[in-house]
């Protein structure tokens, strides 16, 4: 029940990453690739420049789509890549602000909270805005935000601030979608930037795995037996916070929406109400859709049963930790006014029109 393979589509380990992206521009005809960058963008780039807000996302490969296959109208307009689990260098990521960069409306960052990510993206953000003041240009319009919306690595008994904090996750997933799409409505970069933080602060994802994933030109980093299954893994094998026996889904799914409603982030977030929510069920990248298809069933009745009303709920593959057997749980906190509440949603079900994105027809 808990295999996983060591064996991959691979000509050279060293190429994989550039050649998936010749492959995902060859099968998506609106978006261009910088090959010696590893950035993704929109073709239509310089006319998006000067009508709204640009976002880019980042960071390691391995967790297709993210971020290059959510590049396209109503998401992203660019995502920069580094290798398998390590993140762009700053030099890449400078590259792709210097392309996307709308001098009119300014453009946000969006980045997952791994170290790498957070210094080399920071750096670069620091660099561009040194850059444009030497030129003689006033002060760039560029904001960074970051996502940690990981419940698996947070002590309950422990202040979650301390230490490097909450892993990025699928949240980021959301942030992309509800900013992007916020940005291509005409919005302000102050206004992306409020919906983003606001995604941010509100998204609280925990995953499970039934073993780690095999990394190609590396192989299986660890192995679980059969009958266990690592509660919290993470998207790059990350230990998780507890490695159990593998019980039916209809007591583990309710468990995990325990485990999140219980999170001091989450408390912290909604006191004692019982807010609507945004349920996000997210595949890993080795699960069965005939699995994903029970999971988020339990998900939404779990998620109902304890007072939370799911007012969306959204299956696929979003962000995946290559093939690794196993889902992930996101639960976004809704506004409790009304109409910021059908403001939000609006925006979610806005289609979006790249590969990565499964829009819903309501």
């Known amino acids: ?197 606001y995604a941010i602060s509100h998204t609280f994802t925990l995953g499970c795995a039934l073993n780690a994933a095999s990394v190609p030109g590396q192989g299986m980093p660890r192995t679980l037996s059969n009958n266990e299954i690592e509660i919290g893994m993470g998207i790059h094998n990350e230990p998780g916070f507890e490695k159990t026996t593998l019980k039916p889904a209809n007591e583990l799914v309710p468990g995990l929406i325990d485990h999140i409603v219980a999170s001091t982030p989450f408390k912290k977030c909604t006191g004692q109400g019982k807010p609507r929510v945004v349920v996000f069920v997210n595949n890993l990248g080795a699960t069965s859709n005939l699995e994903l298809g029970l999971v988020t069933k339990l998900a939404a009745e779990a998620a109902r049963e304890r007072g939370y009303v799911p007012e969306r709920v959204l299956q696929g593959t979003y962000m995946t930790g290559l093939a690794m057997p196993g889902v992930s749980i996101s639960l976004l906190v809704l506004p409790d006014d009304a109409a910021q509440r059908a403001e939000l949603l609006a925006l979610l079900d806005q289609p979006a029109h790249c590969p990565g994105w499964v829009n819903q027809t309501n």
């Open 1 to 197: 029940m808990a295999t996983s393979t060591g064996k991959h589509f691979v000509s050279d380990p060293k190429t994989l990453v550039k050649d998936s992206l010749v492959g995902l521009t060859i099968a998506n005809p609106h978006l261009a690739f910088d090959e010696k960058e590893k950035v993704i963008y929109t073709k239509d780039l310089a006319a998006l420049r000067k009508k709204q807000v640009t976002l880019f996302c980042g960071g390691g490969a391995g967790h297709e789509p993210s971020h290059a296959g959510f590049v396209g109208p109503s998401m992203l307009t660019a995502a920069v890549s580094g290798h398998v689990f390590a993140s762009p260098t700053s030099s890449q990521v400078l590259s792709c602000l210097r392309r996307v960069y709308s001098e009119e409306h300014g453009t946000l960052v969006v980045i997952k909270n791994y170290t790498g990510d957070v210094l080399n993206f920071g750096r670069a953000v620091e660099r561009f805005k040194s850059e444009r003041v030497n030129q003689g240009h006033p002060m760039p319009k560029v904001d960074m935000v970051v996502v940690g919306d990981d419940v698996g690595v947070v002590n309950p008994n422990d202040d979650e601030e301390g230490g490097v904090g909450r892993r990025g996750l699928a949240g980021t997933v959301l942030v992309n979608k509800l900013a992007g799409t916020l940005a291509a409505n005409g919005a302000s970069l102050g206004q992306v930037k409020e919906m983003a933080q």
